[in-house]
């Protein structure tokens, strides 16, 4: 008698395979943006930045097992949110998924979810070196509730208002980027600017403390970022390597247009430079990875390092305090991938896996730029003023204030929220015996390395 065979057995094993390696890959970036912030900020607040982006991994994981995933994929949702049908991940194993009848709803679920960590890890980066960690962590669930899950829903659900309409985003442009450039936006508006920021006189102290971390910290985005772009394809396909390719082109050129503008004024090859440029053209690929070749990969790449550069420089005219331009390189870049999907997408990229789509301008079809603006534009407003609203409330909440004290602040975060610092100064005393050669170490001292004391050693760091 032949036995039925194993539950979920329909499924292809590579695509599974695939899927499941793109999930370590995309949790690979948190740690990555948590280096990349860290390196960017002052030494006396570089451990904060890394936890800050391990903190986004636990509460999220934890919120998108309690409703996350239900909000942003149950089949019955509405145009704008789904519901509780699939919380605490009920009926959520060997079924066919949401995004593709190719995987089981569970692999389906995990990949998304990292998905979900990422993004508030994002968007916390404005508030650096000045915002509490208790209001933080609390703001990081009700985001990710109100405005991530619904932005998910709009774009990837198949009720979704944007899907149904026609709007193209391959693995995240507006939920994942513009969502979390916007937030930042509003995180850094209700905070203010750090103490000292604007006066001429301490701009040298925020400068980078760490470049080392900047650079490992974008090879680990970059490295992540093609389980972020190539596994959204959601199987082992074609179109998944093409996804893959045109990831790292779009890199490549972002990375060189950044440092070019750069060298134009400062005649200097910045590492800086590279890593931001990189990352923005990542950003601006990443609505259009799986919809172009690798031609207008070169033009997105373009773009999105040329228009996330100039954005960078906004803060100082409209001075506002975004202490990691997240908006100018996620919130701009994103927009900017989003737009021009529309005009690059093609039809013969999507149906390398069987996807039909009306493609863009390329195919001649003219409305989908409008169906890009409409669903870039909403997502941007409602990150923006959800966020905004949710940190003013909680701003007003008694206990619940965003903003450490000034003490704390020049004291750094590190010390005051963690009791912990990311680098420490050892002094030793050693004595040599001259006949045996002996060491023996007579004093030790070890000292926590503040901002004050690079500054006053000259250090490359500060």
């Known amino acids: 008698m032949d036995s039925e065979p194993p539950y979920g057995s329909e499924f292809n094993a590579g695509n599974i395979g695939w899927v499941l390696a793109s999930t370590a890959l995309v949790w690979l970036m948190i740690p990555g943006i948590g280096y990349f912030y860290s390196g960017l900020a002052r030494s006396k607040n570089a451990l904060s930045m890394i936890m800050s982006a391990f903190l986004c991994l636990v509460v999220v994981s934890v919120q998108w097992f309690i409703w996350g995933y239900s909000l942003a994929f149950s089949d019955t949702a509405s145009p704008f949110i789904g519901n509780v049908k699939h919380a605490f991940f009920r009926d959520v194993l060997g079924e066919p998924s949401p995004g593709s009848a190719n995987i089981?709803?569970?692999?389906?679920?995990?990949y998304q979810g990292m998905?979900?960590?990422?993004?508030?890890?994002?968007?916390?980066?404005?508030?650096?070196?000045?915002?509490?960690?208790?209001?933080?962590?609390?703001?990081i669930f009700v985001w990710s509730t109100i405005v991530y899950d619904v932005l998910a829903c709009w774009t990837w659900n198949a009720n979704g208002w944007s899907f149904q309409l026609g709007g193209l985003d391959f693995a995240g442009g507006t939920p994942v980027h513009i969502a979390s450039g916007f937030s930042s936006l509003a995180y850094a508006l209700i905070l203010g600017k750090r103490s000292g920021k604007g006066s001429i006189s301490q701009e040298h102290e925020f400068k980078p403390h760490n470049m080392s971390n900047v650079v490992l910290g974008t090879g680990l985005l970059w490295f992540g970022w093609f389980g972020f772009n190539g596994g959204s394809a959601l199987g082992g396909s074609l179109r998944a390597g093409m996804a893959c390719i045109v990831t790292n082109l779009a890199a490549s050129v972002g990375a060189i247009t950044w440092m070019a503008l750069d060298y134009r004024i400062d005649r200097k090859f910045s590492a800086l430079g590279f890593c931001s440029g990189a990352i923005s053209g990542l950003v601006a690929i990443t609505p259009a990875a799986g919809f172009v070749g690798p031609g207008p990969a070169v033009a997105i790449g373009f773009l999105g390092g040329l228009f996330c550069n100039l954005a960078s420089h906004m803060?100082?005219?409209l001075r506002y305090d975004d202490a990691l331009d997240v908006f100018a390189v996620h919130g701009v870049g994103g927009y900017v991938g989003c737009i021009f999907t529309g005009v690059f997408a093609e039809k013969y990229i999507a149906s390398l896996d069987g996807t039909e789509i009306d493609g863009g301008w390329m195919d001649h079809n003219w409305v989908q730029v409008g169906y890009q603006f409409a669903d870039a534009t909403a997502g941007a407003a409602w990150s923006f003023f959800i966020t905004y609203l949710i940190l003013f409330i909680m701003d007003k909440i008694p206990g619940l204030s965003l903003r450490v004290s000034q003490e704390v602040e020049?004291?750094?975060?590190?010390?005051?929220?963690?009791?912990?610092?990311?680098?420490?100064?050892?002094?030793?005393?050693v004595t040599v015996d001259p006949e045996t050669g002996e060491q023996k170490v007579v004093r030790e001292e070890v000292k926590e390395v503040s901002q004050q004391q690079e500054h006053g050693h000259g250090s490359v760091q500060a």
């Open 104 to 110: 089981p709803a569970i692999v389906f679920c995990v």
């Open 115 to 139: 998905f979900a960590c990422l993004t508030p890890a994002l968007a916390i980066g404005s508030a650096a070196e000045r915002a509490r960690l208790l209001p933080m962590i609390i703001f």
């Open 315 to 317: 803060k100082d005219w």
């Open 410 to 429: 020049l004291q750094g975060l590190d010390a005051a929220e963690f009791g912990e610092v990311a680098y420490y100064h050892v002094n030793k005393i």
